[in-house]
């Protein structure tokens, strides 16, 4: 079904981009330009299907923003910015 077509689509796209820094790390033979090329099209990947899991579950990408940097600002505020965990 389309929501978990999208859903798989967005790991999938996140793991590219995982792989593209992996590969960097492991100093394979790839230069600057050519990363900065294949991260910037994985992300842009990765950001399609982000939105398209947002209109599949009528969530838009300004109120994941907004509620991200409300959430970021409360545990600033509180101190607790660093660590793990949702409910900090």
């Not at 820094?21 to 033979?29: I, S, W, Y």
């Not at 299907?49 to 109120?63: I, K, P």
Request: aromatic share 6%; net charge negative; proline share 0%.
């Amino acid at each position: 079904n389309e929501k978990s077509y999208v859903a798989l689509g967005l790991a999938e796209e996140a793991g590219e981009v995982a792989g593209v820094v992996k590969r960097l790390m492991r100093k394979d033979a790839i230069s600057e330009e050519e990363f900065r090329r294949k991260l910037v099209k994985e992300m842009g990947d990765v950001l399609w299907y982000l939105a398209a899991v947002g209109w599949v579950f009528g969530v838009t990408l300004e109120e994941v923003a907004r509620t991200n940097l409300a959430k970021l600002a409360d545990r600033a505020e509180r101190g607790v910015l660093k660590g793990s965990g949702d409910d900090r």
